[in-house]
């Protein structure tokens, strides 16, 4: 079946780069016969979405045209885009969306009239309404990223210094060794800028981890992988899995050769 979803990612360089993982823009063919669903995993990040077009779902919440600020992703969620669907984003780096918009949204929230003016988000969205194209619709993005990075608030050096340690596989409770911080302060840190404690933060970073090696190799051994990406055991990292990506290891690995070995056989010619 040919595939109606149109998807481009801007992943910038440069000092932007230390910000903002990528700016995306996705669009459905009109034509589509069915609703086009995306597993979208957690990474305890943040960002917001413009929808231009059609409603489109977020797990269960519907979201109609316009602006929408996400909430820091602690578990995997599920976006439904129907034909004619047009949606552009940005993702950020951790903590990253709180130093931009200033605040920590629990649920996607639409965007208010009363947030725009600092942040100059309604003329945001009409200048994306106006873009045509996926291309076109990034620089306007881009742009408008560009003149955010003379107003951001600094991410403190030590939560910085507290999230590199973790990614190094530092214990969340001795964090308080490698930064200048007691507990108590990274432990506020990390509740102010990214609304969870430093070890979910970990357990997301974890789970992340494995999914970018099952990606890349499926038939890995899921005793093995536990073990070198810091979980106790397999039956740990199946629990973690779970709750964080909603789905298993041994499911997703074999999910991501299903996905292979049917890319293959479309593309494969046909004989006689």
């Known amino acids: 079946m040919p595939e109606h979803l149109d998807f481009t990612l801007f992943q910038p360089k440069g000092r932007l780069a230390s910000i903002v993982q990528g700016v995306w823009s996705t669009s459905v063919a009109i034509h589509s016969p069915n609703n086009i669903k995306r597993w979208l995993h957690s990474d305890a990040c943040s960002g917001f979405l413009f929808n231009l077009s059609e409603p489109i779902q977020l797990n269960d919440l519907s979201i109609s045209t316009g602006g929408v600020l996400l909430p820091v992703s602690k578990q995997a969620q599920t976006i439904t885009l129907p034909p ?130 099952l990606k890349l190799h499926p038939e890995t051994a899921l005793a093995d992988l536990a073990l070198s990406i810091g979980f106790t055991d397999q039956a740990h990292m199946t629990r973690e899995f779970k709750y964080i990506a909603r789905i298993t290891p041994k499911h997703y690995a074999q999910k991501v050769i299903d996905d292979k070995s049917n890319a293959l056989s479309i593309i494969k010619p046909k004989v006689g």
């Open 84 to 213: 004619g669907a047009v949606v552009v984003g940005v993702r950020f780096h951790p903590a990253m969306s709180f130093a931009i918009l200033g605040n920590i949204y629990q649920q996607a929230t639409q965007i208010k009239k009363s947030e725009t003016n600092i942040l100059s988000l309604q003329t945001l969205g009409n200048q994306l309404e106006q873009a045509k194209g996926h291309y076109a619709r990034i620089v306007v993005f881009y742009r408008w990223l560009n003149t955010m990075l003379l107003t951001i608030d600094n991410i403190p050096a030590p939560l910085m210094s507290a999230l590199k340690a973790l990614e190094d596989k530092k214990s969340p409770g001795e964090l308080s060794n490698h930064v200048l911080l007691s507990q108590r302060q990274i432990e506020r840190h990390f509740q102010k800028w990214l609304n969870m404690t430093p070890k979910y933060y970990q357990r997301i970073s974890r789970v992340k981890n494995a999914l970018k090696v």
